[in-house]
């Protein structure tokens, strides 16, 4: 079994669910995210002062694959955030009783 671990941009999250889904992954857990270091500093105001905003919103999403659609869920990331907004990380997992170990 494989981990996949993204960091995918809001805006692309229903086009991955859609195609993991497509796949017969069906659960996933997303978590909210902001990353820092990709993007300029852009300027945002609020209440009337300016502030510079140098992080970015994004959505984590963890999901868990055997080895056969594990390739096919990556892919699906991959295509779905080809604009260079995410990134796909990939470990592998064993099952034990009641318990999950990464490696």
Do not use: C, Q
Not at 36 to 57: C, I, K, N, Q
């Amino acid at each position: 079994m494989k981990k996949i671990e993204a960091v995918i941009s809001a805006a692309k999250l229903p086009e991955v669910k859609s195609g993991l889904s497509g796949i017969g992954i069906n659960r996933m857990t997303l978590l909210e995210a902001k990353t820092w270091g990709r993007e300029r500093a852009r300027p945002l105001v609020f209440r009337g002062t300016e502030y510079m905003v140098d992080v970015s919103p994004m959505v984590k999403v963890e999901v868990v694959a055997d080895e056969e659609r594990a390739e096919e869920a990556v892919e699906i990331i991959a295509r779905a955030t080809e604009t260079g907004e995410g990134e796909v990380y990939v470990s592998a997992v064993e099952s034990g009783r009641g318990m999950v170990m990464v490696h």
